[in-house]
């Protein structure tokens, strides 16, 4: 009967050990109730006792060995997880670059919007004050070229009254009226017409009429300088002439000399 138990745990071990198993099977010894066997002897019983040890002993290497499958069943589960652990590590660091890719892309392109539309701001600001500042200077160009016409027109007024007082041809003045009175005595705060006109009346006995008297400076100091009279006629002009003698006949208009007015190129 012992010989029997044995052989059957040992064909047990060898199929639960063999390398297809996949599943923990639990071993539970069964206990049967020996029966003694009055006819044998005692050493019989002893050796039953030691076949008993020796299946114990070999049912704890069965259970030894059942727990080893269990070990090597789960580490192929772990390996697969630190796979997909690695693999979900790695996508997210390739994540994470691509994130701070997209980031720093945007950041330049940003960059590149911003200051080209602060190009563009700055440059129609630019123009604007560049076109008000040219229309400013041009108003005051204006402005100006209007004084200075107008001033040139005041000169050139000036110009052409001295022109026509002093009597020159170029201002097409008519010297056929005109009477050059040399030697007239100057006196300080004169009325020349009213001298002239005198002078005609009193002295040489002629009722002329007088439009104009001008005294030119004269480049001797001690000598007054030389008067142009204006008459209102030729025929004014002729008395005077005629009557230019009498002048020797005054004591104070003895030295006063009349002629006839002439051109500057006569002169």
Same mark, same amino acid.
């Given at each position: /009967?012992?010989?029997l138990d044995t052989k059957e745990s040992h064909?047990?071990?060898? =199929?639960? /050990? $063999?390398?297809?198993?996949?599943? *923990?099977? &639990?071993f539970t010894p069964v206990k049967q109730n020996r029966k003694r066997n009055h006819s044998s002897p005692v050493h019989g019983s002893a050796k039953k006792v030691k076949e008993d040890v020796a299946c114990e002993s070999s049912s704890s290497d069965k259970m030894s060995s059942l727990s080893e499958p269990v070990s090597n069943e789960l580490h192929p589960v772990n390996s697969d997880l630190k796979a997909l652990l690695s693999k979900l590590s790695t996508d997210i660091c390739a994540m994470n670059v691509s994130i701070n890719n997209r980031i720093d892309q945007l950041e330049s392109?940003? &960059?590149? !919007?911003?200051?080209?539309k602060f190009a563009q701001l #700055?440059? !129609?600001?630019?123009?604007? &004050? #560049? $076109?008000?500042?040219?229309?400013? *200077?041009? &108003?005051? #160009?204006? =402005?100006f070229k209007e004084k200075i016409t107008e001033e040139l027109q005041e000169v050139s007024e000036k110009c052409s009254s001295v022109t026509a007082a002093a009597g020159g041809p170029s201002g097409g003045q008519d010297i056929s009226k005109n009477l050059v009175i040399r030697g007239l005595p100057y006196h300080e705060g004169e009325n020349l017409n009213s001298k002239v006109i005198s002078m005609f009346k009193d002295v040489m006995k002629c009722n002329v009429q007088v439009c104009n008297t001008q005294r030119k400076t004269s480049a001797n100091s001690s000598k007054p300088g030389v008067v142009i009279a204006t008459m209102q006629s030729q025929e004014d002009r002729q008395k005077v002439l005629k009557? !230019? =003698?009498?002048?020797?006949?005054?004591?104070?208009?003895?030295? *006063?000399?009349?002629?006839c007015d002439q051109s500057r190129e006569e002169r």
């Open positions: /009967m012992a010989s064909e047990y071990v060898e =199929s639960t /050990m $063999g390398p297809s198993i996949t599943q *923990v099977a &639990e392109s940003i &960059e590149q !919007k911003l200051t080209h #700055l440059d !129609k600001r630019v123009n604007i &004050e #560049l $076109g008000r500042i040219k229309t400013n *200077v041009q &108003e005051q #160009l204006d =402005s009557n !230019k =003698s009498k002048l020797n006949e005054s004591r104070t208009y003895s030295d *006063v000399y009349i002629q």
